[in-house]
């Protein structure tokens, strides 16, 4: 039995069912009824808002050979064929994968051709914000003097990024994030269609995990559903399924931090770890919870201003009354810091424990901020190449934990200097290429290459390939063999050599003789001369 995921099967076909985003919607609606359609528009929002749904249906609404009421019929031939996908005049593009000169320079070849049916050629430029230079330029010429039957819808999720040039010959629209109310309404809907039973407090809470992303909300939704297929969706099931955590725990949480427990609060945080929540989601949860507490504060009627049931209100009043509004001020300020520095960081639990130490020590909260301070400007000479040699610390080796803070550990013995013979002509021409194969990864592992050192360790035989990460972060790479395997392949890919490849954390290892691969000069000349460089035009 196959499965449609929920946002692709209920994705909006006509302007009536986009939700929240009304002030869009009717903007394009009247558009269309009095026949007075732009040819460039920027739709701008956060992910999920219905950018590309929208884009879609504008694009078979001009095209539709008669419209409803500014929303296109979905019936006529150009309405099916736009739908199905099979039309010349929609062309989406992604610009992501296909950001070149010569991408653009194709589509502006292309509109000087007229629609063969229908009335428009409609291009929808996803992520446009990915675009070179070079590709903007190009793009910027077609802006200019577009063909009457010629639409740019562009789309992106950074809208500072676009040029200025670009903006200024676009009709631009601002997608919201949608509220919770809106979510859960559509989601409500959505469940009864599919026949699937759900408390309440349950849908709201996917609806709010959202974020004000309807597709995010509905792909959580598909989570739920598909691990508790034909039953019952519960607040429990869901706060599992999610990985979530129950306000009880927070309000457990807030009374040891109130106490200055550290001990007590560290061992909260363990047992959810240890009950497979997710940090990340813990950390916004939190944040929420606070929010909550502060509201119920500082508000005169609560209930309207928050979203819990009467019994959790009742627990959050008893806890405003245990603290003051200052305190939970500087609470949520460590904890909003928290939530954008852990999406990328691997060591997710250590920058949890040093936040609950935060909290319980406001004196040493200074200190600690000193301490991480001291950290970037290392890591920025290191970045600099002020810091060159190899650093060893015999004494460490040791995981960080919550006692040991990073950078307080024994001050670093600088290296004897050794001769260093030649890396083998193989490592030579990864680290020739090094800056392309570490293009290819994504993600944090990426953040985390761009920093590393690749390394040798002087031995003859079969090479090893060192990649010393200048950050404690790495570690969270090193005895991961998924990320080595992603690394080999494309070193593979690129150069055609099959590498054994060791990574280390700076500090952190036993090897006392890595050195930095330097490249012969001519091996760096046979990789300059296979390397493509965009040209740009003019
Ligand atoms: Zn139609």
Redesign the pocket.
Known sequence: MSYTALYRKFRPDNFADVKGQDHIVTTLTNQIKANRIGHAYLFCGTRGTGKTTVAKILA?AV?????VDGS?????????AIQAGTSMNVIEIDAASNNGVDNIREIREEVSYRPTEGNYKVYIIDEVHMLSTGAFNALLKTLEEPPSYVIFILATTEAHKIPITILSRCQRYDFHRISIDTIAARLDELLKAEGVEAEEKAVRYVAKAGDGSMRDALSLLDQCIAFYLGQTLTYDKVLEVLGAVDTEVFSQLLRKVLSGDVTGAIHVLEDLIVGGRELSQFVGDFTWYMRNLLLVKTSDNPEEAIDVSSDNLKLLKEESEMTDVETLMRYIRIFSDLSSQIRFATQKRVLVEIALIKLCRPAMETNLDSVLDRIRVLEQRIEEGVVQQVIVNPGAGQQVSAGAIPGETAPPEPEERKPQKAAPEDLQKIVASWKVIVGQTTGVFKQMLLKAIPKYNGETGAPILFIEFQDFLGQGYVDNPEAKQELQEIIERQTGKTVDIQMVVVNQHQHTNLAQITVDQAIRENIHMDVVVEEEPE
């Open positions: 078979k095209n539709c050979e008669h419209t296109p019929c979905n019936e006529c031939e150009m309405c099916r």
